[in-house]
């Protein structure tokens, strides 16, 4: 099956600091990607889409400063948090499409600490 | 959107069948039942969908009620490494489509 690799899978950093999460796709090319974030007990929460090549389209109450997301190839993107800050920790996945709205697979997840 | 409603947790002992309730009464014709599910600690996963007739795959079955207002996701026979978050999403099949996760199933298996 289609597989979306996320590196690292988990980070530690100090506040103030930034850090860039990266997601793959490894045996397709994916023509979206999807961000979620999701703390501990609660669901997932779209953060932002992005097609290749386009500005991502943030969802409302995401701040698209700080979360910046690069989609520059059909099996790369990359969310970076910047400016991190304890709230930030959370556990970030990323979701690539393939073509069909239905071929759509998840990565394996990151786990950000901002300390 | 339409929304779905599901209960917070279920718990069921191991080997044993399990039924996961999913009410979707404002469902419109073109939306189709998805089920995915979460690991602890890992992303989601696909486990099946349908749109009006009872769906089998190797994960498990779906079955959907006449008036498409509700559907149950059927495991047949759980393992511990089914306990997960169980989530019911009615998507459309159009490029704007989003996965929109609400809180889903905490299911317990017990030994």
């Known amino acids: 099956g289609a597989v979306v690799s996320q590196h690292p899978s988990w980070v530690i950093c100090k506040s103030g600091t930034s850090v860039k999460i990266e997601c793959r796709s490894l045996d397709f090319q994916a023509t979206t990607m999807f961000w979620y974030r999701q703390f501990p007990k609660q669901s997932l929460m779209l953060m932002a889409t992005s097609n290749e090549g386009s500005k991502a389209t943030y969802e409302q109450g995401v701040e698209k400063d700080k979360f910046l997301i690069n989609h520059a190839s059909l099996t790369l993107s990359t969310l970076t948090v910047t400016s991190a800050h304890p709230e930030d920790s959370s556990f970030y996945i990323c979701?690539?499409?393939?073509?069909?709205?239905?071929?759509?697979?998840f990565g394996p997840g990151t786990r950000l600490t901002v300390t | 959107d339409a929304k779905t409603t599901q209960p917070n947790s279920m718990e069921s002992n191991e080997e044993e069948p399990v039924h996961l309730p999913c009410n979707h009464s404002t469902i419109s014709g073109t939306d189709y039942i998805h089920w995915y599910r979460q690991l602890p600690s890992q992303g989601p996963e696909y486990v099946i969908h349908g749109l009006t007739s009872n769906v089998n795959n190797r994960m498990a079955s779906l079955a959907i009620a006449e008036d498409r207002k509700s559907s149950t996701l059927i495991l047949h026979r759980a393992t511990l490494r089914d306990a997960a978050v169980y989530y019911c999403?009615?998507?459309?099949?159009?490029?704007?489509?989003?996965?929109?996760f609400g809180k889903g199933t905490r299911l317990h298996i017990l030994p």
């Open positions: 999403i009615l998507r459309r099949p159009n490029r704007d489509d989003k996965i929109i």
């Open positions: 979701s690539a499409r393939a073509g069909s709205p239905y071929e759509q697979y």
